[in-house]
Antibody
């Protein structure tokens, strides 16, 4: 069974940093493109960023509000994708979900984790 | 990228049909056949319901269907059931391997 488990969320002060992890199991992680999607309290979903598989170049891209502050990386030996979040702002407060992209259904967010809550507050 | 436009809420009685619209631009919804829909119950992760505009992943009931005309995609739920009450989000590929979501629609089953 495919599973994605996020961790690393918590309370951090504005300007601080946090690293989220997403551990994958039940599928060939190295072949998967991965994304992060976030949801602020009481708000809608927002695509945050994406990393391709290494065979497809391993490149990343991000939504404008987090460019230059967030960095997605992957360790295929650990079946894990990470998101380093720096210079955090209060508006980054959200539940962060990791998802696969097109693993079974092309260019769609087909499998989701349960999410991890990040709270940015002084 | 601006969010796609969805109605804030829709409602229907059990057994009826409802349609949720999702309006974008030629740079996203109108330009690609990669529109997907997600169902989210309170406190839960989103569930993948429709992909490539109108296809259903394995396990999704055929009461759920999708379509697109121009820059507007739609999700139709027929034979409404109480468990369909949830938030629904559309999402479109926006080129260069980036995506944009709609603002979400709250479905109430009366």
């Amino acid at each position: 069974e495919m599973q994605l488990v996020e961790s690393g969320g918590g309370l951090v002060k504005p300007g601080g940093s946090l690293r989220l992890s997403c551990a994958a199991s039940g599928f060939t992680f190295s072949n998967a493109w991965m994304t992060w999607v976030r949801q602020a309290p009481g708000k809608g979903l927002e695509w945050v960023g994406r990393i391709k598989s290494k065979t497809d170049g391993g490149t990343t891209d991000y939504t404008a509000p987090v460019k230059g502050r967030f960095t997605i990386s992957r360790d295929d030996s650990k079946n894990t994708v990470y998101m380093q979040m720096n210079s955090l702002k209060t508006e980054d407060t959200a539940v962060y979900y990791c998802t696969t992209v097109g693993y079974s259904y092309s260019l769609n967010f087909d499998y989701w984790g349960q999410g991890t809550l990040v709270t940015v507050s002084s | 990228q601006s969010a796609l436009t969805q109605p804030r809420s829709v409602s229907g009685s059990p057994g009826q049909s409802v349609t949720i619209s999702c309006t974008g631009t030629s740079s996203n919804v109108g330009g690609y056949n990669y529109v997907s829909w997600y169902q989210q119950h309170p406190g839960k992760a989103p569930k993948f319901m429709i992909y490539d505009v109108s296809k259903r992943p394995s396990g999704v009931p055929d009461r759920f269907s999708g379509s697109k005309s121009g820059n507007t995609a739609s999700l139709t739920i027929s034979g409404l059931q109480a468990e369909d009450e949830a938030d629904y989000y559309c999402c479109s590929y926006a080129g260069s391997y980036t995506w944009v979501f709609g603002g979400g629609t709250k479905l109430t089953v009366l």
